[in-house]
Structures are given as C-alpha cells and as structure tokens.
C-alpha cells in the first residue's frame, strides 16, 4: 500500500469555525489532490498541486484553500465551515514513476453541525 | 471537457452471476482509463487499468476492455463473490494545462447475496 495518512479521520465542528485537514506522503510523489465523496456525485476534485508551492482549483474549490509547502504535505483548509462541507475527504497521490496511477489516503470524515 | 459515465446501481447478484458495470467516456486526448474499487470505510484502490486502445485490464477475475470506437471500458467477471460487494468507480486520466487529472465517474453500488 503507498505510504498515504490523513489526520485526522474523523472530525465534528460548528459552522463557521476554521478546519484544517492533513495529507501526509511517504512516497514523494508529485502530484497530490484532495476530493469529496458525496451520495450521488462520486469523487469531486476540490483542488490539487502539481508540485511544491504549485496548486491549481479543481471542480467544487469554493470555500476551500490548499497549500503547499514541502513535497510530503498537502493541507486543506475550509477557512468557515458550512453544513454543506459535510463530507468524507479523501486525498491521492501520483507521479510519473507510478504510471499516473492514482493511491488514496482512508478518508477524513468531517461533520459540520 | 472530459468525463466519465457509468452505471446506476444499485446493483444486486447472486453469488456465481455474470457482472457487468458499464461505462463510457469523453475525453479531448489519448486517457489512460482505469477501474477503482471501494470497500466500506476505505478508500479508493486500484482495481485494473488499460492505457491504451485495444488494451484488456484485469485483475481478480475483473477484466475490462479499452474501447476507443465506442469510447467505453466495461467492467466484468464471470462469477461474483460476495466478498465483491463493494462500489465501483470508473475513471479516466488526462492531461491538463498543469498537470496529470483524474475524472470519476458517480459509481456503482455492488451487492452480491449468497
């Protein structure tokens, strides 16, 4: 399995506080993204990063932030919860070495109340 | 833009039956097209994948074929186990202006009964 951890797996908060979200990588893969998983709409891109300090929106990037700024972390930030960030988070990773081939953390569950 | 479609589920099995999840994409370039698998409370893993035309992924009796004619990648198995039941994910990846990016379908809910 590749070397994915998320922190933390399950999280409850208040709409409108700040949350921030880990990926952590022991592969040094390139690439890293962060989805949602919702009933539905299946795996949405939120943002993702093509290298250190290099980040680009993905589908549903409205209300969050990502950054950065070592190869191993990509971090998610909903900067004020909503309701409507109820989601399980999941992020991947890949690179040229890995055939572009996509490798998932277990998912974050976050519950904004 | 690029995308993927695939099957409603849910779908439900008896134990031994035939499988198919189809699917189908649109896509601007030459996609590498791949099959995920989801068990409950994981994540995403790799199933098979195909990169090119003509291409057959396969993996734990799945197989699915890369269709440029009909732009699809049907997923099958001969006979399903319950230790199948699972949700399947389609997807598609290709390149970007920044990068390599990856397109899900909505996936399919698998029940297999013994």
């Known amino acids: 399995d590749a070397g994915i951890t998320q922190s933390p797996r399950h999280k409850v908060t208040e709409t409108g506080t700040p949350v921030t979200l880990r990926c952590h990588q022991t592969?040094?893969?390139?690439?890293m993204y962060w989805y949602r998983q919702d009933p539905g709409h299946g795996l949405r891109l939120i943002h993702y990063s093509y290298g250190v300090k290099d980040t680009d929106k993905g589908e549903v990037s409205d209300g969050y932030s990502v950054s950065r700024s070592k190869t191993e972390d990509f971090l998610l930030t909903l900067e004020s919860a909503t309701s409507s960030q109820t989601s399980v988070y999941f992020c991947?990773?890949?690179?040229?070495?890995?055939?572009?081939?996509?490798?998932f953390g277990p998912g974050t569950r976050l519950t904004v109340t | 833009g690029d995308s993927v479609t695939q099957m409603e589920g849910p779908v439900t099995l008896s134990e031994e039956a035939f499988l198919t999840i189809n699917c189908t994409y649109t896509?601007?370039?030459?996609?590498?097209l791949f099959w995920y698998v989801q068990y409950p409370g994981e994540g995403l893993q790799l199933l098979l994948k195909?990169?090119?035309?003509?291409d057959k992924g396969s993996n734990k009796g799945f197989e699915a074929t890369y269709r440029k004619e009909t732009t699809s990648f049907h997923l099958e198995k001969g006979s399903v186990q319950v230790s199948d039941s699972a949700v399947y994910f389609c997807a598609l990846s290709d390149w970007g202006n920044t990068g390599n990016q990856f397109y899900f379908g909505t996936g399919t809910s698998l029940t297999v009964i013994p």
């Open positions: 896509a601007t370039g030459y996609p590498s």
């Open positions: 592969e040094n893969h390139r690439y």
């Open positions: 991947a990773i890949s690179s040229y070495e890995s055939s572009y081939e996509q490798y």
């Open positions: 195909a990169t090119k035309a003509d």
